[in-house]
């Protein structure tokens, strides 16, 4: 039997829908509706702020994604205790952190709807030579920051990506299975090899994040400097050279 305030968070999300629903359909669109629209959309009801972050509205993906993240783990977490141990704390609690989840997979769906739908996405305007980079830098480290390696997915550095992937999953596996021997037998050893592998997961995570950001920062920073205008001195006269290389 679910406690009110399992009922409470039902309602509101009830509420969310109701509101939701008659807000999108009440107003007309500012833009046609596009197919990329409505990917946006299907992508955040995949993974929550997945949307908002191809519409380079990264603080609003951000959010969308953590907290959605830390809610839906929190979920898993007491339902495994409470199969477990049977006790109905947990379930209440995985209740609880479920209902939240929803309400923030909700409204992330929402919020990604409304600006698709009813307002036009100006996303990230870089140019080739001009002092706005082609790529978002913070938008590569935030996708890295969901997942390592997907920030240089996004700027097409295919091999970084697949190494820095790589890397933070074999050190995640290292640390929970140091985690896991170390519950089993309290074995102190164990406790120092889950220490150790968890620094080195927190310098790796740090270093993708740091890595994209430059990556992006420098996309096609190459292509760029073969197009240059240098000035030359010759016989007393300025001339302007234009140079590009093959």
């Given at each position: 039997m679910l406690t009110g305030k399992?009922?409470?968070w039902h309602i509101l999300l009830i509420?969310?829908?109701?509101w939701g629903t008659g807000s999108l359909y009440a107003q007309k669109p500012a833009v046609a509706d596009?197919?990329?629209g409505y990917v946006n959309i299907l992508k955040s009801a995949?993974?929550?702020?997945?949307?908002?972050?191809n519409q380079e509205r990264l603080t609003e993906a951000a959010f969308f994604y953590f907290s959605s993240a830390t809610f839906y783990y929190r979920t898993i977490f007491h339902y495994y205790w409470y199969q477990k141990s049977g006790a109905r704390t947990n379930r209440d609690y995985a209740v609880t952190n479920l209902s939240v989840a929803l309400f923030l997979h909700t409204l992330n769906l929402l919020d990604v709807a409304d600006t698709?739908?009813?307002?036009?996405?100006?996303?990230w305007q870089g140019g080739l030579l001009s002092d706005?980079?082609?790529k978002s830098p913070w938008g590569a480290a935030l996708r890295s920051a969901m997942l390592p390696g997907w920030g240089h997915?996004?700027?097409?550095?295919y091999w970084k990506a697949a190494a820095y992937f790589a890397v933070n999953g074999f050190l995640l596996y290292k640390a929970r299975e140091a985690d896991r021997d170390y519950r089993a037998t309290g074995n102190v050893s164990y406790r120092e090899q889950r220490s150790t592998y968890s620094w080195y997961l927190g310098v790796a995570y740090f270093l993708?994040?740091?890595d994209a950001y430059a990556n992006a920062y420098l996309y096609k920073f190459d292509e760029a400097m073969r197009l240059t205008v240098v000035p030359e001195l010759k016989q007393n006269t300025v001339i302007l050279g234009f140079h590009v290389h093959f």
């Open positions: 399992h009922h409470i509420a969310l829908l109701s596009s197919g990329a995949v993974i929550p702020g997945w949307g908002q972050l698709e739908l009813l307002k036009k996405p100006t996303g706005k980079p082609l997915m996004y700027t097409k550095s993708s994040m740091a």
